[in-house]
């Protein structure tokens, strides 16, 4: 098991918005005026969903992971009309005087296509008092901020390294996560409970299914690489 220090509790903040509906159940026991501002962030979030300049910036985020892939891929066709695009509030937006946003974060995903592979693309969006910030975050069902998903697949690139045959030049390319068994929910104490992913990996040519558990602690959250479940494709 390895402990990294990336906190993971954020990204459960908030609730799924998916393009027409509000799920808000997640807000149960929180106060009014917490209540009240996740669903002003909504309709914010709603709002600039439309927008050009955001859809674009959006694409952009997209091509930054498929340049970053051994495809380098040059174009994306993103499908903002799909019934599985949806927002994750991270963390409600903060307004300043001017009624501009100086604080807050959601994750935004779109399903897309770029050179013939489908894939369900994530983009963290931050709201910062020197204006937006989008980051691409790896395909698929995967919670966690980019730092924990890096912490993740730097792990899992040791462990891969270990298997007969391996390379240690290779790296590692997250083509898709996936949710395993039951949601992360915040428990009595505050901390979120342990959640499973299976990962997706493409390393020197080779495709890899890989388990991880995530063990969140008030210090942290401890990633578990199921080592001798990996599958070779």
Not at 60 to 84: M, N
Not at 94 to 115: H, I, L, S
Not at 125 to 147: C, H, I, Q, S, Y
Request: proline share 5%; glycine share 8%; net charge neutral.
């Amino acid at each position: 098991m390895k402990r990294v220090q990336s906190i993971a509790c954020r990204w459960f903040s908030g609730c799924v918005i998916p393009m027409l509906a509000f799920w808000g159940a997640p807000l149960l026991g929180q106060d009014d005026a917490l209540i009240a501002k996740i669903k002003a962030t909504r309709e914010f979030i709603l709002k600039k969903m439309t927008e050009a300049d955001y859809r674009d910036s959006i694409r952009k985020s997209v091509l930054r992971y498929e340049e970053s892939l051994s495809t380098h891929c040059k174009s994306a066709d993103l499908d903002f009309a799909s019934d599985l695009m949806n927002i994750r509030i991270l963390w409600p937006l903060e307004m300043n005087d001017q009624g501009v946003p100086v604080a807050g974060r959601w994750r935004q995903r779109v399903p897309g296509t770029a050179c013939n592979e489908k894939r369900l693309y994530n983009v963290q969006v931050d709201a910062t008092k020197d204006g937006w910030r989008f980051t691409p975050t790896f395909p698929g069902g995967a919670n966690g901020d980019p730092e924990l998903q890096q912490d993740t697949l730097k792990n899992i690139e040791m462990d891969l390294k270990m298997l007969p045959g391996s390379k240690k030049s290779c790296h590692g390319e997250v083509l898709d996560t996936r949710i395993v068994g039951p949601s992360s929910e915040i428990q009595k104490n505050g901390l979120m409970s342990e959640w499973s992913e299976s990962w997706e990996l493409r390393s020197c040519g080779k495709l890899f299914t890989v388990p991880v558990r995530f063990i969140p602690d008030g210090k942290g959250t401890a990633i578990s690489v199921g080592v001798s479940e990996i599958q070779v494709h």
